[in-house]
């Protein structure tokens, strides 16, 4: 250490309990420094501890800044100066998992449409029964989970929430009058779809498909053409189905 700084050292050390921002004016002062130089330094690297923290480093961990090795009277300045700089707990970054288009079906389509882009949503389907179209109604809720891009095709998991079947009285009145059912054998039929319906429940696959071949699914059950539920209702031996069959789990039989 210079003789010019012996003075200075020697009255951090007597002091070195008193306000930290007037030690930092008073050696500057002394050094004939000018204290604006000393604040930049000390921002650049509360700027740096700060960068690091955010890239997942260690708290004490800086990048590399051009400023001299401080003495051990000189570092307590440095270190309070740092001390402030610290991450609120609240603070995230959103995830792109954490999209969600909850039941928008359009915001969804938009989604399998731009490159599968990571959603998922939870939608509603209605219409003939696949089984007994004009007899009956079938209406589900499924959960829907983009993945992302697979070999140019979209990954996508899809969960079976819950489905219910009711006959269409009327539609089965006039069946029935016509001879060409029996209230026995409609009576049956129902109790066959409603625990296979049971069974669906919380079942889930994992489909490959094309964005333009689950768009068009998609719209086929908006519209009520649910006939990819075909071997969810009833075993099959071949599925010709271009949606269910591109299916693999619990869910579809595959």
Not at 128 to 154: F, M, N, Q, W
Not at 183 to 189: G, I, L, N, P, S
């Amino acid at each position: 250490m210079s003789s010019a700084m012996i003075p200075i050292y020697s009255y951090m050390q007597r002091y070195k309990k008193t306000i930290l921002f007037g030690l930092l004016f008073l050696l500057a002062a002394a050094c004939n420094a000018k204290p604006v130089s000393i604040k930049t330094t000390v921002k650049e690297n509360n700027q740096s501890l700060l960068n690091e923290r955010i890239r997942g480093g260690s708290e004490n961990t800086y990048s590399e800044i051009n400023i001299v090795e401080p003495t051990p009277a000189s570092k307590a300045p440095d270190q309070a100066q740092s001390k402030p700089v610290s991450i609120p707990q609240t603070f995230s970054i959103p995830k792109t998992a954490e999209q969600t288009c909850n039941s928008d079906l359009e915001c969804l389509v938009k989604a399998v449409k731009n490159n599968c882009q990571v959603f998922s949503a939870t939608l509603n389907f209605s219409g003939d029964h696949p089984l007994a179209p004009a007899i009956a109604s079938y209406s589900t809720t499924r959960a829907y989970e983009i993945k992302g891009s697979v070999s140019g095709k979209c990954e996508i998991i899809e969960k079976y929430i819950s489905g219910k079947m009711q006959y269409i009285q009327s539609a089965l009145d006039a069946e029935i009058k016509k001879g060409d059912l029996t209230q026995e054998y409609a009576d049956q039929f129902k109790s066959i779809q409603e625990d296979a319906i049971k069974k669906a429940a919380s079942k889930s696959a994992s489909c490959i498909i094309s964005s333009l071949d689950f768009v068009q699914h998609l719209t086929d059950y908006t519209q009520g053409y649910l006939y990819s539920d075909i071997p969810i209702l009833i075993p099959v031996s071949v599925n010709n189905d271009p949606y269910s069959s591109s299916c693999k789990g619990a869910l579809y039989n595959n």
